[in-house]
């Protein structure tokens, strides 16, 4: 779980998790592109991970 933390982090995206919830960082108001880059280290984190 550190190692996909730190891969997200190095990505320029926070993770946390709290009991059922994912949260995630940058901010409460996002642009398109922060989404997309969001979803971007997501999808490549997890696709390391299988």
Known sequence: MRRI???LYDDG???RINAINI???PPLIL???QADQI???L???R???Q
Do not use: K, W
């Open 23 to 25: 949260i995630l960082s």
């Open 5 to 7: 933390y730190q891969e």
């Open 31 to 33: 642009t398109t592109q």
């Open 43 to 45: 999808r490549s984190v």
């Open 13 to 15: 995206v926070l993770v």
């Open 39 to 41: 979803l971007g280290s």
């Open 47 to 49: 696709l390391r991970d």
